[in-house]
């Protein structure tokens, strides 16, 4: 996995879920701007899934391997889903499901990192 990329998601994932909180506060719809973060940050999930496949037998435990490849797998596929809610949901609410979809992950991003690390 690639470490930078990885603090680089965490910190962009932060940023869209803060931004996507506050249009929630001022009753704002999704924008360019929030896609375009979107769009950073799936990328740098596609490329993180890439990686970590190819490198996946650095991780000896059957059970983290697991876990580890279904954060791979499922994490480019929530904030997709959030986005294409708040697309189609034209109230607050889809707003409030992008900041809880960026939350969730920047907070499984570094728990792959930590998963990475503790086999390095």
């Not at 990329?5 to 999704?30: E, F, K, P, Q």
């Not at 990328?43 to 954060?71: M, S």
């Not at 797998?73 to 959030?82: A, F, H, K, Q, R």
């Amino acid at each position: 996995m690639i470490e930078p990329l990885t603090y680089a998601v965490v910190g962009l994932s932060g940023i869209l879920c803060v931004l996507a909180v506050v249009y929630a506060a001022r009753d704002r719809l999704i924008d360019d701007l929030l896609l375009a973060i979107t769009g950073l940050v799936e990328l740098g999930l596609v490329v993180l899934l890439v990686g970590g496949l190819v490198g996946l037998d650095h991780i000896t435990d059957g059970a983290e391997r697991a876990t580890f490849v279904a954060y791979l797998v499922s994490l480019p596929v929530i904030l997709v889903g959030t986005a294409f809610l708040a697309i189609k949901e034209k109230s607050r609410w889809a707003m409030g499901s992008i900041a809880v979809g960026a939350f969730a992950v920047a907070v499984m991003s570094a728990r792959l990192l930590q998963i990475w690390n503790f086999y390095g």
